[in-house]
């Protein structure tokens, strides 16, 4: 007997969200790592920073997708 068990659309973006969050966590010690170092490239430390604003931004989204509308 063949069981396929096809995902949710639901567990599909809670799928997402802890990969987006586990990514976001290590871009954070990522940044950390570089803000101790003597001769850190501000560039760089930028673009981390920036990167991981923009996984903030879609961690956001994909709950906001979970969460139900409340009509108050």
């Known amino acids: 007997m063949n ?3 096809e995902m949710s659309h639901d567990e599909i973006v809670r799928c997402k969200l802890t990969a987006l969050r586990m990514e976001h966590r ?8 570089l803000s101790s170092q003597q001769l850190t ?3 760089s ?3 981390l920073k920036k990167q991981k604003l923009s996984l ?3 961690i956001a989204r994909l709950e906001d997708e979970l ?3 409340i009509i108050a």
Do not use: C, F, G, V
């Open 41 to 43: 490239s501000s560039i």
């Open 45 to 47: 430390l930028q673009r």
């Open 67 to 69: 969460t139900p509308d």
């Open 26 to 33: 290590d871009l954070d010690e990522a940044i950390a790592a």
């Open 56 to 58: 903030k931004d879609q």
């Open 3 to 5: 069981m396929h068990h």
